[in-house]
C-alpha cells in the first residue's frame, strides 16, 4: 500500500449471499478493518467498503431449494452479513449490495460505456460452466473432461446468446502494469501465477447470460431484454458504484483503491479482469490488488458441504473478539494458508497476550505503585534508556513498511520485539535492586522506559485490538487518535509525568478449549470413532491415510511457479503417480531424481496451477527449510508405512 495520498480506499469481496460466512470471510474482513483503522490513526482520510454479492445463478438456485424468492432469501442473508460486521465492530463506510438500485444504474452505466467504446460484441457462447465459482471453462481446462478445475465440482454444459467483452484487446496492457507496477498484484509469487495466465493468452469473456433472470438486466440503449448481466462483471462494478459512478459522485475522489483484499480463490478475477474493465472504462487502476491464502481445517478449505466450517461468532464469544482478531493476522503469513486449530488460538493468547502484553501492563503497574504511588516521570528516560529507546524507535519506524506490504504477521512481530526489548530491560536493569541502593532516579528511569514503550505499543496496536489498545492508553492517561499517533510515534515524545491507572488484567491464561463445537462435524456412524481430545486420533483414523514409498522417476519444473515442481513417482502402479509440490525452493529437480520419498496415496486427487495431482508427498518444516521424509535405506516401491 501506497501512503504518499492523503486519502485510502479499502476494500473486502462482497460475499456471496448463499451461505452465512465463516472466520475466512470474517478473516478477509479483520485485514481490511485493520488497514483502514491504520489509515485512519496515520491521518488518511479513509474510505472502507464491503457488502454482499446477490446475483446470479448460484443465489438464485440456493434461493430456490430454500423455496423462497431471490430477493428475499439475499435480504436474509446479506442481513446476516452485516449484523455480524456490526457486532464485530468492524469500521466500514459502506455496505454495499449488487441489489440496490444505484449500483444496478452504475453497472449499465459501465457496460453503455464499454459497448459503445466497442469492447463488447454479440456472439454464441459455448462452452462449460461452474456454478459454485460463476467460471466459464473449456473443454481442456476441465479435470477428467468434467470437473471445475478451481472447486471439483462437475460443470455443466452453456450453449446460449451472449454478449463479449474484448480481454484479449488488454493483454499486453495487463502485461505492461505487472511489470511497471512491481506491487500491483501481492504476493509476488501469485503475481507470477497471474502473469503465467496472461502469457498463456487471454479469451474474450462472456459477460451476459440468458439461461436465467437474476441479474442486472442491460441498459435500456441496448435494448435487449433477455439479457441479464454476468454476475462477476456485475460485482467487480461494486468497488466503483459504491463511490457514486453512476451519477459522477463526489465520493469518486477516493479511486483508484489504495488496496483490495481478496481471497486466492478469486484473484485471477481481480488482477485480469478487473483491471481490464477499468482500462476499458478509462479508469486508474487500484493500487495494490492483495491476495490472502485460506483457512483450512486439517488442511482441507471450509466449506459448508464438508461440514467443517468453522462459525466467527462462536469464535469469539468463547476466546473474545480482539484476541481472535490478533489470533488470525500473527498466525499466519499473507498469502498462504493456514490450519485453524483451538490450540494454536489459545497458544497465542496465553503467551502473546498474556505472557509478554497482559504480564508487562502489570509489572509496569505493580512497579510504580509499589515504588513511586503510581507516578511515572519520563524525565530520566534518556539519560539512562536511550540504547533500549533508540533501538525500539528504529524496530517502529520499519513497520509502516509492513503494512503497506500487507504483511501483517510481520508488523505484529516487530511490535512483539519492542514487547520483547521491555522484559529483558526489567530483568537486565532489576529496579528492585535498584530501590534496595536507594538508587530510585534510575528506578524510576526504567519504569518510565516500560510505560513509554508500552504507550507506543498501545497506539500502533490499535489497528488490530481496537479496545484492548484503548484500555492500554487509559493507563498512561490518553486517547489513541491521529494526535497521539503523531506525538508518540511520528515524533517520539515521552509521556508527561503522570499517575497511572490501574487496570484489570487484560488477558487472563485460558486453561481449557472453549468451543463447544471445535471439530469438523464427524458423521454420526462415524461417532464412536470421534477425536475426543483436541489432535489426540486412533489408531484406526490413523490407518486410514496410506503413506507408500516410491522412487521419483522424473522431476520438473513448473513455468510461472515459484514454488512448485512436478514429480512422477513410481509407487509400483500400473502408471506412475504424477504429484505437483511446493518444494522447488529447497529441492532442485536433478537432486530429487531417483530418490526415495514418502507419499500419501489416497489422497483425493487435485488440480494445482492447472496440473492433476494424485497425492502429496511428507517432509518436515523447521524454520525456513524444508527435509523430505524418506526410509533409511532403499525400499520396494509401494512399500505400506506403518
Ligand atoms: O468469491 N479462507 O464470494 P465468496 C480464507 N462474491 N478466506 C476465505 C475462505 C477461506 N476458507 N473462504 C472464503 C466471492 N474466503 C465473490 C466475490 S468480489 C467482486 C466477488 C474469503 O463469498 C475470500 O476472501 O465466495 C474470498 O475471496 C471471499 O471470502 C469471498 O468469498
Known amino acids: 500500500m501506497e501512503n504518499k495520498c492523503k486519502r485510502a480506499y479499502i476494500t473486502t469481496p462482497i460475499y ?103 469492447d463488447i460484441y454479440k456472439d454464441m457462447y459455448e462452452g462449460h460452466y461452474c456454478v459454485s465459482c460463476e467460471s466459464f471453462f473449456t473443454q481442456n481446462q476441465l479435470i477428467e473432461n468434467e470437473f471445475c478445475p478451481d472447486c471439483g465440482k462437475t460443470t455443466s454444459i452453456v450453449k446460449e446468446e451472449s454478449y463479449f467483452f474484448k480481454l484479449s484487446k488488454y493483454e499486453d496492457r495487463l502485461l505492461k502494469w505487472y511489470e511497471e507496477k512491481e506491487n500491483c498484484v501481492l504476493p509476488k509469487g501469485k503475481k507470477n501465477e497471474v502473469i503465467s495466465f496472461v502469457k498463456q493468452g487471454l479469451r474474450d469473456l462472456s459477460v451476459t447470460r440468458t439461461s436465467f433472470d437474476w441479474g442486472v438486466k442491460l441498459p435500456k440503449s441496448i435494448n435487449d431484454p433477455k ?67 485460506w483457512w483450512t481445517r486439517n488442511g482441507e478449505k471450509m466449506s459448508k458441504s464438508k461440514g467443517n466450517v468453522v462459525d466467527p461468532r462462536e469464535v469469539a464469544n468463547a476466546y473474545g473478539l480482539e484476541n481472535f482478531r490478533y489470533f488470525m493476522l500473527r498466525e499466519v503469513p499473507f498469502g498462504q494458508d493456514g490450519d485453524f486449530s483451538q490450540k494454536a488460538l489459545v497458544d497465542r493468547i496465553n503467551s502473546d497476550l498474556s505472557n509478554d502484553l497482559g504480564n508487562l501492563v502489570n509489572r509496569v503497574l505493580g512497579m510504580s505503585g509499589k515504588y513511586f504511588k503510581f507516578t511515572v516521570n519520563s524525565k530520566d528516560v534518556l539519560k539512562y534508556h536511550k540504547k533500549e529507546l533508540k533501538e525500539c524507535e528504529e524496530i517502529i519506524d520499519s513497520l509502516q513498511e509492513n503494512i503497506f506490504e500487507m504483511q501483517l504477521n510481520r508488523y505484529l512481530e516487530g511490535l512483539w520485539k519492542v514487547l520483547s526489548i ?111 481430545n483436541d489432535g489426540i486420533i486412533t489408531i484406526e483414523q490413523f490407518f486410514q491415510t496410506k503413506l507408500k514409498i516410491g522412487t521419483v522417476i522424473e522431476a520438473k519444473e513448473i513455468e510461472g511457479s515459484d514454488k512448485l515442481l512436478i514429480l512422477q513417482v513410481d509407487l509400483n502402479e500400473e502408471k506412475p503417480r504424477q504429484i505437483v509440490a511446493g518444494i522447488k525452493q529447497f529441492y532442485s529437480p536433478k537432486n ?12 483425493k486427487p487435485a488440480r494445482i496451477f492447472s496440473k492433476k495431482s494424485e497425492g502429496m508427498l511428507l517432509a518436515v518444516k523447521d524454520k525456513d527449510t524444508l527435509t523430505l521424509i524418506r526410509p533409511e535405506k532403499d525400499v520396494s516401491n509401494g512399500s505400506c508405512v506403518g
Open 592 to 603: 530429487l531424481l531417483n530418490t526415495q520419498i514418502c507419499v500419501v496415496s489416497n489422497l
Open 422 to 532: 521491555a522484559n529483558q530491560s526489567i530483568a537486565i536493569y532489576e529496579p528492585w535492586k535498584k530501590m534496595k541502593e536507594e538508587k530510585d532516579e534510575e528506578a524510576m528511569a526504567l519504569v518510565a522506559l516500560i510505560a513509554n514503550l508500552l504507550a507506543k505499543i498501545s497506539v500502533l496496536l490499535y489497528p488490530v485490538m481496537p479496545k484492548t489498545s484503548l484500555k492500554i492508553a487509559t493507563v498512561f492517561g490518553f486517547d489513541i487518535d491521529n494526535t497521539t499517533y503523531k506525538k508518540y510515534i511520528e515524533n517520539n515524545e515521552l509521556l508527561d509525568e503522570i499517575i497511572l491507572e490501574k487496570l484489570p488484567p487484560l488477558f487472563p491464561k485460558i486453561e481449557k478449549m472453549l468451543m463447544t463445537s471445535p471439530e469438523p462435524k464427524v458423521e454420526p456412524k462415524k461417532e464412536k470413532e470421534k477425536i475426543e
Open 16 to 118: 456471496y449471499v448463499n451461505d452465512i460466512p465463516h472466520i475466512g470471510h470474517a478473516y478477509t474482513t479483520i485485514i481490511c478493518d485493520t488497514i483502514a483503522r491504520y489509515s485512519r490513526l496515520i491521518g488518511l482520510e479513509t474510505y472502507f467498503l464491503t457488502g454482499t454479492d446477490e446475483h446470479g445463478q448460484k443465489i438464485e438456485e440456493a434461493a430456490k431449494k430454500r423455496g423462497k424468492s431471490a430477493k428475499q432469501y439475499a435480504d436474509e442473508i446479506s442481513g446476516y452479513f452485516k449484523n455480524l460486521w456490526d457486532e464485530f465492530d468492524i469500521s466500514y463506510d459502506k455496505f454495499i449490495r449488487t441489489t440496490d438500485e444505484s449500483h444496478k444504474k452504475g453497472v449499465q452505466k459501465a457496460f453503455d460505456v464499454m459497448y459503445k467504446k466497442g
Open 227 to 293: 439479457h441479464v448481466m454476468y454476475v462477476w462483471l456485475d460485482a467487480l462494478l461494486n468497488y466503483i458504484t459504491a463511490l457514486g459512478y453512476a451519477d459522477d459522485g463526489e465520493l469518486m475522489k477516493f479511486w483508484p483503491a489504495t488496496v483490495q483484499v481478496v481471497g486466492k480463490d478469486i484473484l485471477r478475477f481481480h488482477a485480469i479482469y478487473w483491471p481490464a474493465f477499468l482500462m476499458s472504462l478509462d479508469l486508474p487502476l487500484p493500487k495494490h490488488i492483495a491476495a490472502h491464502g
